[in-house]
Protein backbone atom coordinates (compact mmCIF):
# COMPACT_ATOMS: atom_id res chain seq x y z
CA UNK A 1 0.00 0.00 0.00
CA UNK A 2 1.37 3.64 -0.79
CA UNK A 3 2.45 6.24 1.57
CA UNK A 4 -0.84 7.46 3.41
CA UNK A 5 -1.73 10.97 1.80
CA UNK A 6 -5.16 12.03 3.72
CA UNK A 7 -5.71 11.26 7.36
CA UNK A 8 -9.52 12.13 7.70
CA UNK A 9 -12.70 10.82 5.52
CA UNK A 10 -15.65 12.95 5.01
CA UNK A 11 -18.99 11.30 3.72
CA UNK A 12 -21.98 13.44 1.47
CA UNK A 13 -25.14 11.56 2.80
CA UNK A 14 -27.82 10.97 0.28
CA UNK A 15 -26.91 8.88 -2.46
CA UNK A 16 -23.82 7.74 -0.19
CA UNK A 17 -24.98 6.28 3.05
CA UNK A 18 -28.74 6.94 2.82
CA UNK A 19 -31.10 5.85 -0.18
CA UNK A 20 -33.25 8.70 -0.25
CA UNK A 21 -35.61 9.55 -3.40
CA UNK A 22 -39.08 11.16 -3.26
CA UNK A 23 -40.15 8.31 -5.98
CA UNK A 24 -40.20 5.86 -2.60
CA UNK A 25 -43.33 7.83 -1.33
CA UNK A 26 -44.84 9.21 -4.38
CA UNK A 27 -44.87 5.60 -6.14
CA UNK A 28 -47.60 5.10 -3.91
CA UNK A 29 -49.34 8.30 -3.29
CA UNK A 30 -49.57 8.63 -6.92
CA UNK A 31 -49.42 5.54 -9.36
CA UNK A 32 -49.91 7.60 -12.49
CA UNK A 33 -46.25 7.89 -13.27
CA UNK A 34 -46.69 11.13 -15.89
CA UNK A 35 -48.84 12.73 -12.67
CA UNK A 36 -46.15 11.93 -10.52
CA UNK A 37 -43.34 13.06 -12.52
CA UNK A 38 -45.49 16.60 -13.67
CA UNK A 39 -46.22 17.22 -9.78
CA UNK A 40 -42.41 16.24 -8.55
CA UNK A 41 -41.19 18.26 -11.40
CA UNK A 42 -43.36 21.11 -11.46
CA UNK A 43 -44.60 21.36 -7.98
CA UNK A 44 -42.80 19.99 -4.92
CA UNK A 45 -39.40 19.91 -7.16
CA UNK A 46 -36.31 19.56 -6.25
CA UNK A 47 -35.38 23.55 -6.16
CA UNK A 48 -38.23 23.83 -3.86
CA UNK A 49 -36.98 21.21 -1.47
CA UNK A 50 -33.33 22.65 -1.51
CA UNK A 51 -34.64 25.60 0.02
CA UNK A 52 -35.22 23.45 3.06
CA UNK A 53 -31.86 21.89 2.79
CA UNK A 54 -30.79 25.70 2.84
CA UNK A 55 -32.69 26.36 6.17
CA UNK A 56 -36.49 27.13 5.10
CA UNK A 57 -38.69 25.45 7.58
CA UNK A 58 -40.66 23.01 6.66
CA UNK A 59 -43.54 24.41 8.08
CA UNK A 60 -43.60 27.86 6.24
CA UNK A 61 -42.32 25.48 3.12
CA UNK A 62 -45.63 23.40 2.75
CA UNK A 63 -48.07 26.63 3.96
CA UNK A 64 -46.54 28.27 1.17
CA UNK A 65 -46.60 25.79 -1.61
CA UNK A 66 -50.31 24.86 -0.88
CA UNK A 67 -51.63 28.53 -0.88
CA UNK A 68 -49.90 28.40 -4.86
CA UNK A 69 -51.58 24.38 -5.39
CA UNK A 70 -54.26 24.09 -3.24
CA UNK A 71 -55.58 21.43 -5.29
CA UNK A 72 -52.22 19.42 -4.16
CA UNK A 73 -52.25 20.53 -0.74
CA UNK A 74 -52.69 16.80 0.64
CA UNK A 75 -49.27 15.89 -1.56
CA UNK A 76 -47.21 18.74 -0.14
CA UNK A 77 -47.90 17.85 3.17
CA UNK A 78 -46.88 14.37 2.56
CA UNK A 79 -43.73 15.76 1.38
CA UNK A 80 -42.72 17.08 5.08
CA UNK A 81 -44.78 14.23 7.07
CA UNK A 82 -43.82 11.20 5.23
CA UNK A 83 -40.62 12.29 4.79
CA UNK A 84 -38.93 8.93 6.37
CA UNK A 85 -41.13 6.82 3.84
CA UNK A 86 -38.42 8.64 1.15
CA UNK A 87 -36.11 6.90 2.89
CA UNK A 88 -35.56 2.97 0.87
CA UNK A 89 -32.51 2.73 4.32
CA UNK A 90 -28.74 2.22 3.92
CA UNK A 91 -26.70 1.57 1.35
CA UNK A 92 -24.84 -1.63 3.37
CA UNK A 93 -21.73 -1.95 0.99
CA UNK A 94 -20.96 1.75 2.32
CA UNK A 95 -22.33 0.93 6.37
CA UNK A 96 -19.81 -1.68 6.56
CA UNK A 97 -16.82 1.06 5.15
CA UNK A 98 -17.59 3.59 7.46
CA UNK A 99 -17.72 1.35 10.14
CA UNK A 100 -14.44 -0.17 8.99
CA UNK A 101 -13.03 3.69 9.20
CA UNK A 102 -14.43 4.23 12.30
CA UNK A 103 -13.12 0.56 13.94
CA UNK A 104 -9.74 1.67 12.68
CA UNK A 105 -9.54 4.82 14.07
CA UNK A 106 -9.74 7.60 10.65
CA UNK A 107 -11.78 10.45 11.94
CA UNK A 108 -14.60 10.52 9.81
CA UNK A 109 -17.43 13.89 9.06
CA UNK A 110 -20.49 14.57 7.11
CA UNK A 111 -20.99 17.14 4.82
CA UNK A 112 -24.42 17.46 3.70
CA UNK A 113 -26.78 18.84 2.08
CA UNK A 114 -30.50 18.43 4.31
CA UNK A 115 -32.87 20.25 6.13
CA UNK A 116 -31.92 20.50 10.11
CA UNK A 117 -35.64 19.23 10.74
CA UNK A 118 -34.96 15.94 9.08
CA UNK A 119 -31.31 15.33 9.63
CA UNK A 120 -31.93 15.10 13.22
CA UNK A 121 -35.06 12.47 11.87
CA UNK A 122 -32.57 10.80 9.85
CA UNK A 123 -30.46 10.55 13.12
CA UNK A 124 -33.00 8.89 15.42
CA UNK A 125 -33.97 6.24 12.41
CA UNK A 126 -30.37 5.61 11.44
CA UNK A 127 -27.69 5.90 14.40
CA UNK A 128 -24.89 5.26 11.98
CA UNK A 129 -25.58 9.06 10.71
CA UNK A 130 -25.19 9.88 14.52
CA UNK A 131 -21.74 8.61 14.91
CA UNK A 132 -19.89 10.89 12.83
CA UNK A 133 -16.66 12.89 14.42
CA UNK A 134 -18.21 15.81 13.60
CA UNK A 135 -20.56 17.53 10.96
CA UNK A 136 -21.77 20.21 8.82
CA UNK A 137 -25.59 20.27 7.44
CA UNK A 138 -26.42 23.07 5.11
CA UNK A 139 -29.89 23.82 6.77
CA UNK A 140 -27.97 24.66 9.99
CA UNK A 141 -25.39 26.36 8.48
CA UNK A 142 -27.79 28.16 5.85
CA UNK A 143 -25.72 27.87 2.93
CA UNK A 144 -25.74 24.59 0.65
CA UNK A 145 -22.70 22.77 -1.47
CA UNK A 146 -21.25 23.76 -4.10
CA UNK A 147 -20.95 27.09 -2.50
CA UNK A 148 -17.36 27.62 -1.38
CA UNK A 149 -18.19 29.05 2.04
CA UNK A 150 -20.06 24.92 3.09
CA UNK A 151 -16.83 23.54 2.74
CA UNK A 152 -14.72 26.27 4.45
CA UNK A 153 -17.01 25.69 7.42
CA UNK A 154 -16.07 22.23 7.80
CA UNK A 155 -12.41 22.77 7.23
CA UNK A 156 -12.26 25.44 9.87
CA UNK A 157 -13.85 23.95 12.35
CA UNK A 158 -12.82 20.77 12.75
CA UNK A 159 -9.04 22.16 11.91
CA UNK A 160 -9.08 20.02 9.03
CA UNK A 161 -5.70 20.60 6.36
CA UNK A 162 -7.26 20.49 3.22
CA UNK A 163 -5.04 18.41 1.36
CA UNK A 164 -5.17 15.59 3.64
CA UNK A 165 -9.05 15.48 3.69
CA UNK A 166 -10.99 13.60 1.71
CA UNK A 167 -14.45 13.64 0.14
CA UNK A 168 -17.06 12.29 -1.74
CA UNK A 169 -19.94 13.23 -3.44
CA UNK A 170 -22.44 12.00 -5.82
CA UNK A 171 -23.19 15.22 -7.30
CA UNK A 172 -20.07 16.06 -9.37
CA UNK A 173 -20.85 19.56 -8.94
CA UNK A 174 -20.15 19.09 -4.98
CA UNK A 175 -16.97 17.15 -5.94
CA UNK A 176 -15.86 20.69 -8.05
CA UNK A 177 -16.89 22.43 -4.94
CA UNK A 178 -14.84 20.61 -2.70
CA UNK A 179 -11.34 20.71 -4.61
CA UNK A 180 -11.66 24.37 -5.12
CA UNK A 181 -10.72 24.67 -1.89
CA UNK A 182 -8.17 22.28 -1.92
CA UNK A 183 -10.04 19.24 -0.66
CA UNK A 184 -8.79 16.04 -2.47
CA UNK A 185 -12.63 14.76 -3.51
CA UNK A 186 -13.64 12.17 -5.80
CA UNK A 187 -17.36 11.48 -7.43
CA UNK A 188 -19.16 8.63 -5.49
CA UNK A 189 -20.06 5.55 -7.67
CA UNK A 190 -20.44 2.64 -5.27
CA UNK A 191 -18.66 1.49 -2.09
CA UNK A 192 -15.97 -0.43 -3.78
CA UNK A 193 -14.63 2.24 -5.80
CA UNK A 194 -14.78 4.96 -2.66
CA UNK A 195 -12.44 2.09 -0.84
CA UNK A 196 -10.23 1.30 -4.07
CA UNK A 197 -10.19 5.33 -3.77
CA UNK A 198 -9.08 5.33 -0.26
CA UNK A 199 -6.64 2.66 -0.03
CA UNK A 200 -4.83 4.15 -3.23
CA UNK A 201 -4.48 7.24 -0.71
CA UNK A 202 -2.58 5.14 1.85
CA UNK A 203 -5.80 4.10 4.39
CA UNK A 204 -5.16 1.43 5.89
CA UNK A 205 -9.05 -0.59 4.65
CA UNK A 206 -9.00 -3.90 3.73
CA UNK A 207 -8.91 -4.79 -0.06
Request: charged share 30%; aromatic share 10%; hydrophobic share 40%.
Amino acid sequence: MSEQRVDVVVFDIGGVLLDWSPDYLYGELIPDAAEREHFLTNVANGEWNKQQDAGRSWSEAVSELSALHPEHAEWIEAYDKGWLKMVNGLFEDTVGLVTEIRERGIPNYALTNFSDEKWEVAKASFPILAGFDGEVVSGVELTTKPDEKIYRILLERFDLDPARTFYTDDVQLNVDGARAVGIDAELFTDAATLRAHLRKRGLPLNS
